[in-house]
């Protein structure tokens, strides 16, 4: 079992920044990918970005602005999102996966204004 915590989300006005956390604690060995997925009311969740061996992955409308980072020693990891756009407004889940099993954090709401 494992459980995950977010923070970091807010209000903040377009062209901003937030950094988000999520830590992960309980059977946390073998967690082979963590990323963090958003979504916005009337819409799919959708993949924001995910790390695994090191690697990055992220969504188009999202590319040169976030920045998905893991501390392996904390199993924690983090969104650095820039150049915030009202776009981007949205409940961010943060995901891990252990043996192919998903598991959820509680979300954060991220709020940019106009």
């Known amino acids: 079992q494992v459980q995950l915590v977010e923070s970091g989300g807010g209000l903040v006005q377009a062209g901003g920044s937030l950094r988000l956390s999520c830590a992960a604690s309980?059977?946390?060995?073998?967690?082979?990918?963590m990323g963090w997925y958003r979504q916005a009311p009337g819409k799919q969740r959708e993949l924001v970005a995910s790390?695994?061996?090191?690697?990055?992955n992220y969504a188009d409308s999202v590319k040169g602005r976030f920045t998905i980072s893991r501390d392996y020693a904390k199993n924690i990891v983090y969104l650095q999102m820039n150049t915030l756009k009202p776009e981007d407004t949205a409940v961010y889940y943060c995901?891990?996966?252990?043996?192919?099993?998903?598991?959820w954090g509680q979300g954060t709401q991220v709020t940019v204004s106009s």
């Open positions: 790390t695994h061996n090191g690697g990055a």
């Open positions: 995901n891990a996966v252990v043996s192919w099993k998903d598991y």
């Open positions: 309980g059977s946390t060995f073998g967690i082979t990918v």
